[in-house]
């Protein structure tokens, strides 16, 4: 059974005026992003939700992700959608970056960004975000709006041998780098402190501000990346963020594209970009 969340130690480390502030923690459940829609009708908007056992998490792309009991942070914030939806591209990027300040909070300095939205000290992933955008009541008269749920999934208190043996050599956690806050309740009150004042921007429409905190703690700046979109693979260099939050990348003939969606490998060597 995994261990009981100590509430107090939650809420004393929690910097937030409102996200988080009413929290659901759940024993067990089958994922926290379900349960978040939910917990936005009863309880409002910055509603969260934290699971010490999840059995059906979801990662990017249709992706699982998996979580030791008591050990790993599986929480999910369900927001109210105040800027227009078409730029909620940049929501993403800001939950990554949350949970990388968070790491960086928790005495993980070195833990960097890799696009669009996981955490990773050197080639181990630490932690991965998902986003969710529904239209939802908004009161009487049939009224709709946009919501969003962000769920964040975090490596805290493993040891190397929690993990399955084909990821103990690609992922890592806050206790094996190093951290001397390495619980469950840490983690969650540090994500969603760091989340407000990002959503507080991205809602005010200075996304600009994100996606420049982003840029700095990514290393792939220069780097020659191959991204696989479900179009197909797309090579290049990278070179910056656009205005919401696509990868422009260089390509071998010197043209600049922008991928939106994908999952970001190293290229293979054999050509120069103009």
């Known amino acids: 059974m995994a261990e009981a969340f100590d509430r107090s130690r939650f809420v004393a480390r929690l910097g937030t005026r409102h996200v988080g502030r009413s929290l659901l923690v759940r024993e067990s459940t089958a994922s926290t992003n379900d349960d978040a829609w939910a917990a936005l009708a009863e309880l409002g908007d910055g509603a969260a939700v934290l699971a010490l056992v999840q059995t059906r998490g979801r990662g990017r792309a249709g992706r699982s992700w998996q979580q030791v ?55 181990r992933k630490l932690a991965g975000a998902l986003c969710e955008v529904r239209r ?13 749920v962000i769920g964040v999934g975090m490596n805290v208190a493993h040891a ?4 399955p043996p084909e ?10 780098e190093g951290s ?46 191959r991204v696989r979109t479900p179009a197909g693979d797309v090579e ?28 970001v490998a190293t290229a293979a060597a054999g050509w120069d970009a103009a």
């Open 160 to 163: 190397r041998d929690d993990f």
């Open 136 to 148: 939802v009541p908004a009161g009487a008269g049939g009224a709709t709006s946009d919501a969003i």
């Open 236 to 263: 290049g260099i990278a070179q910056r963020l656009d205005a919401d939050g696509g990868l422009v990348l260089r390509t071998a003939g010197g043209q600049e594209t922008t991928v939106i969606a994908g999952d």
């Open 167 to 176: 990821l103990r050599d690609a992922a890592t956690s806050l206790a094996l």
């Open 69 to 123: 009991p008591g050990k790993g942070l599986a929480l999910s914030v369900a927001l109210r959608l105040g800027c227009d939806v078409r730029q909620a591209g940049v929501i993403p990027l800001a939950a990554g970056l949350a949970a990388c300040q968070a790491a960086h909070a928790l005495g993980v300095p070195h833990a960097r960004l890799k696009w669009p939205n996981d955490v990773r000290v050197g080639d």
């Open 180 to 225: 001397d806050a390495a619980r469950v309740e840490d983690a969650a009150a540090e994500f969603l402190t760091r989340l407000e004042p990002l959503w507080d921007e991205v809602q005010e429409g200075d996304s600009a501000a994100v996606l420049a905190a982003w840029s700095a703690l990514a290393p792939h700046w220069g780097e020659r990346l």
